[in-house]
Nanobody
Framework: QVQLVESGGGLVQTGGSLRLSCAAS????????MGWYRQAPGKQREVVAT???????VYADSVKGRFTISRDNAKNTVYLQMNSLKPDDTAVYYC???????????????WGHGTQVTVSS
């Protein structure tokens, strides 16, 4: 089992920045991909960014150039630096982890409880 705990959400004005953190504990050898999803009210959960253990990153088109995902393998922590925030970025942000082969497969993903990010106009 892997436990994920997010922190760093909050309220920010348009154009502002926030940094989310997600610390993993438990059977960390069972994961090599970590990432962030988000879910806005009335919308489906969507992937924001992912990062592998060797720092290969993938971003959603909507956040490219504004968000940066990084990880500290020694601390088993993944970060999401969010700059130039827009009201459309308002959502609950969830940390996720899995193996590369099981990424996105229901039942094989580990999830955090989520942290609220609200961007005011």
């Amino acid at each position: 089992q892997v436990q994920l705990v997010e922190s760093g959400g909050g309220l920010v004005q348009t154009g502002g920045s926030l940094r989310l953190s997600c610390a993993a504990s438990g059977s960390r050898f069972s994961i090599n991909v970590m990432g962030w999803y988000r879910q806005a009210p009335g919308k489906q959960r969507e992937v924001v960014a992912t990062i592998t253990r060797v720092d290969t990153t993938v971003y959603a088109d909507s956040v490219k150039g504004r968000f940066t995902i990084s990880r500290d393998n020694a601390k088993n922590t993944v970060y999401l630096q969010m700059n130039s925030l827009k009201p459309d970025d308002t959502a609950v942000y969830y940390c996720a982890a899995s193996t590369e082969s099981n990424w996105g497969v229901p039942g094989y993903m580990y999830w955090g409880h989520g942290t609220q990010v609200t961007v005011s106009s």
